[in-house]
């Protein structure tokens, strides 16, 4: 009872016993003086705003950066004027600053930005105490992509002059964000369009619905949400139509799924071996001090069709294209081999394992071990292949597939009807006779490729891209919480990570040239 009684009252308000229980004095012996804390006295503090933080604090850092900057494209759309009506808005140069700061601290929301703007040191000395609202600095978030991409070049052309960019050599690496949704959120074409009748069916009878008395917000409120339900299940519908399209078979077709949270997020396996909504961010980072110089979101798992993308982004926004260009197995693909070298770029790359592709390609097929086409050998003198049964394959044709020219050879259908191997061997196919394809020959790009790679300075080069390549990633997770973005879209994560890629080269140069122009200055 008495332990029921001591749990009431931490629940009790501070105008009931509990307030007189924490008003009482600590028990101290009497023959002590103590200097103890009053709080109920009120102080009137001056404060000197410029000394909130010392000199090298990075939000002064972020200021002059920001100060230095052609900001013009963030004041499109702003018509308040002096001696004007309306309200004044908040100055883009500040907005900026402080997303930087924040960002660069893992704060990501922007309510929480605007509650930590009444205490925060950096928050304060930028906003000179008077809190940013939440709704200003999200709204700024979303609708500056152009803006933020115009800033994110002049820091490149900044970091190029100090000597951090030389594009002599070029990471690209991909990562897996996870999508403001989840796995149950996907539901087929079926369910999405019995789910949207029903939201028009809502946005219908709330506008045949009269205000009531005293009901005007709250009716408002239920409309704007009805409506945004709609809209976001309008979306999936189309989303659900545009993966049908890239389907042959309706069975295919059938078991295309979309999420209501997300349309435009896909299922992804991600680097630790989970399985859920994701986009797949691609970034370009240079060699020489780990800055980054493109990035892009995209909606396929696959990393090898973003590589023509990120060169034609470096191209666009450097002026020129890397000299040299480092990525792992997934980018190396005969595609991307042959544009490297009508692009001029050195392409240094994982070769991976023809062998093991082959192998999987088999297995999927129901073929066994020492059936590969390896294990069909020439036979002298002739125009044919012999099976491990014994049995010829005729040369059928010459076929191109995807840059690479085969050979064709094909056994005969009762031979491999009445094998007893058939089972290993063409499960699949005995009814039609084992066929076997054998390069005959291989684009020229990828035979170089594999011969480089088996250079030992190739190699020498390739063992560093993880500590380059890598680097930007783990920074992006670790400091700025990108493990899962907060917006919906793939147009507003895409403008998401280019915050968080912005701020991570704002800190690159906080750390390079800032640092030494404040000594220097000092």
């Known amino acids: 009872m008495a332990d029921s009684q001591q749990d009431a009252r931490l629940f009790e308000g501070l105008d009931g016993p509990a307030a007189a ?11 002590l003086k ?11 503090v001056t404060i000197d705003v410029d000394q909130l933080i010392p000199p090298t604090h990075k939000a002064r850092a972020i200021w002059y950066l920001t100060g230095k900057m052609d900001l013009s494209a963030f004041f499109l759309g702003l018509s308040s004027v ?15 600053s402080v997303w930087l700061y924040a960002l660069s601290e893992g704060i990501t929301s922007s309510r929480e930005i605007a509650r930590l703007m009444e205490w925060e040191p950096g928050l304060m000395w930028l906003g000179a105490i008077e809190p940013v609202n939440h709704a200003s600095l999200n709204e700024f978030r979303k609708s500056k992509k152009e803006a933020l ?12 002059g100090a000597g951090l960019v030389d594009l002599e050599r070029m990471m690209v690496d991909g990562t897996k964000v996870a999508a403001q949704a989840g796995r149950d959120t996907f539901r087929r074409e ?44 309008e979306q ?19 078991e295309v799924r979309v999420s209501l949270s997300d349309p435009e997020a896909r299922i992804m396996k991600h680097g630790d071996g989970a399985i859920g909504p994701a986009y797949n961010l691609q ?21 090898g069709p973003a590589l023509g993308k ?50 999987n390609a088999l297995k999927s097929a129901g073929i066994g071990a020492g059936f590969e086409p390896g294990a069909f050998v020439q036979i002298e003198g002739t125009n044919c292949l012999q099976c491990p049964a014994g049995k010829p394959l005729a040369y059928v044709r010459q076929s191109q597939k995807r840059h690479t020219r085969y050979a064709q050879y094909q056994a005969q259908a009762a031979d491999c009807a009445a094998c007893a191997m058939k089972s290993q061997c063409c499960p699949k196919s005995a009814g039609k006779g084992r066929t076997v394809s054998v390069v005959v020959k291989e684009p020229e790009a990828v035979m170089a490729f594999r011969q480089k790679m088996g250079q030992e300075d190739a190699k020498a080069i390739y063992k560093q891209r993880g500590a380059v390549a890598e680097f930007p990633n783990a920074w992006l997770k670790d400091k700025i919480n990108l493990w899962k973005f907060r917006l919906r879209g793939l147009a507003k994560v895409a403008t998401e990570a280019l915050w968080a890629c912005f701020t991570y080269n704002v800190m690159v140069w906080e750390r390079l040239v800032w640092r030494k122009i404040f000594t220097a200055a000092v």
């Open 34 to 44: 103590l200097r103890s804390a009053n709080r109920e006295q009120l102080k009137v």
């Open 149 to 160: 991409d115009g800033v994110f070049a002049q820091l490149l052309v900044m970091l190029e």
């Open 190 to 233: 079926k369910t999405l369009q019995k789910r949207l009748e029903a939201a028009r069916e809502v946005v219908r009878r709330l506008g045949e619905q009269g205000e009531s008395e005293g009901q005007g917000v709250r009716r408002a409120a239920q409309e704007r949400a009805a409506r945004e339900q709609e809209r976001r299940l």
């Open 236 to 254: 999936a519908v189309k989303e659900m139509e545009s993966q049908q399209g890239e389907k042959k078979r309706e069975a295919e077709k059938a």
């Open 82 to 96: 002096a001696g004007g009506r309306g309200r004044r808005p908040w100055d883009p140069r500040l907005l900026l």
């Open 310 to 359: 990120a060169l034609e982004e470096v191209q666009e926004r450097m002026g020129r294209a890397p000299q040299q260009v480092v990525v792992d197995g997934g980018y190396t693909s005969k595609d991307n081999l042959i544009l490297a070298e009508a692009r001029k770029i050195d392409l240094i790359g994982s070769p991976g394992d023809p062998g093991q592709r082959a192998a």
């Open 21 to 31: 229980v924490q008003a009482e004095p600590a028990k101290v012996p009497c023959n």
């Open 283 to 303: 970034i370009s980072t240079d060699a020489k001090e780990k800055v980054i110089v493109g990035m892009q979101v995209n909606q396929c798992s696959a990393d």
